[in-house]
């Protein structure tokens, strides 16, 4: 169950479970800000998501997804915004890959 209150806090406690890289969305893959390594929808996984709701403001909805890839022996995570405020080419990839999962 998640228990964190704040997306800074469940970042970090994501780290400390080995979770180190910053991915961002490239097109339709992933690539990470410490590696070189471009991830495709089918060489990682989504191991946890995490939904974060602002306390007044809308605009502070956010979604973090805890990922993994076998492949490369790399964890990480991405930040999406949520609702209006969420990043639709995001949104497709993440869609991809819960197709692929049987």
Known sequence: MHTLPTLSQTLAQLKKAGYTEDFNLHGDYLAGQRSAIRLAPSEFVVDQ??????????????????????????????????????????????????????
């Open 49 to 102: 998501h995490f939904r974060f709701e602002g306390p007044s403001d809308p605009a502070d909805e956010a979604v973090l997804y805890a990922i993994s890839s076998a492949r490369f022996n790399l964890k990480g995570t991405l930040v999406n915004g949520y609702g209006t405020s969420s990043d639709e080419a995001t949104d497709r990839l993440l869609r991809a890959i819960q197709q692929q999962t049987p």
